[in-house]
């Protein structure tokens, strides 16, 4: 079973800002917290990824919390084209085997 | 740059049959990855290659079987197919061991009837 909690649903206007929430309860200091997102039944898209420290990257910004309990993805001007469920995920295997939840179904609304 | 590649994209069986899915990568990535979505569920790991000639079970391995034929492609098995593998099948792969992204194919559409 996935080890992260996350809604299941948001909407965002486009062009706001768009921040999904996740709780990562059981996390271990050596878990990476990624996200991904799934675009209609695409392969899943890797967004950021982080351990301690906030991260910036082109696509979204991540915020995690200083206990780790809590991370928040942050897409800054959300669009129609980032409609989407979105995974976060704790990676706790060096082999790099993802645990995917249900995720959140985002939907961006003009 | 075509990333992760599989075949087919779709394909019907009927329950019995056999069938093996493709999937290759043109990045040099030394670990692959099978999962399979079922509707409206996140992806769950099938099975693993965390290097060129090692393959490891996942969460849900029952009725597949799967070889590493070099670094490039990593092929998924299913020996006698059964409705309940009807889903969507999902090749990755990432550099190395380590802190690094997996990359994503676009998907294999499967259904057994």
């Known amino acids: 079973d996935a080890k992260t909690t996350q809604p299941p649903s948001m909407d965002c206007a486009e062009g706001r800002a768009a921040n999904l929430p996740c709780n990562h309860s059981?996390?271990?200091?050596?878990?990476?917290v990624y996200w991904y997102r799934q675009i209609h039944s695409q392969g899943p898209q890797y967004i950021i990824h982080?351990?301690?420290n906030n991260e910036t990257n082109e696509m979204a910004s991540l915020i995690i919390t200083e206990d780790r309990k809590s991370s928040t993805l942050i897409l800054p001007h959300a669009t129609l084209r980032d409609t989407a469920v979105y995974y976060c995920?704790?990676?706790?295997?060096?082999?790099?085997?993802?645990?995917f939840g249900a995720g959140t179904q985002v939907v961006v609304t003009p | 740059n075509a990333g992760v590649t599989q075949t087919p994209k779709f394909q019907v069986l009927k329950t019995g049959q056999s069938m093996t899915l493709q999937c290759a990568q043109d990045?040099?990535?030394?670990?692959m990855y099978w999962y399979r979505q079922d509707p409206g569920m996140g992806l769950r790991l099938i099975y693993y290659?965390?290097?060129?000639?090692?393959?490891d079970k996942g969460e849900v391995p029952n009725g597949y079987n799967v070889s590493r034929l070099n670094k490039r492609e990593f092929s998924l098995r299913l020996e006698s197919a059964a409705p309940s593998q009807t889903s969507v099948y999902f090749c990755?792969?990432?550099?190395?061991?380590?802190?690094?992204?997996?990359?994503f194919g676009d998907g294999t559409r499967l259904s057994i009837l």
């Open positions: 990755a792969s990432r550099p190395q061991a380590g802190n690094q992204p997996q990359h």
């Open positions: 059981t996390i271990s200091g050596n878990e990476y």
């Open positions: 982080g351990l301690k």
């Open positions: 995920i704790d990676l706790s295997d060096s082999w790099g085997k993802l645990q």
């Open positions: 990045m040099n990535h030394n670990s």
């Open positions: 290659s965390a290097s060129e000639g090692t393959t």
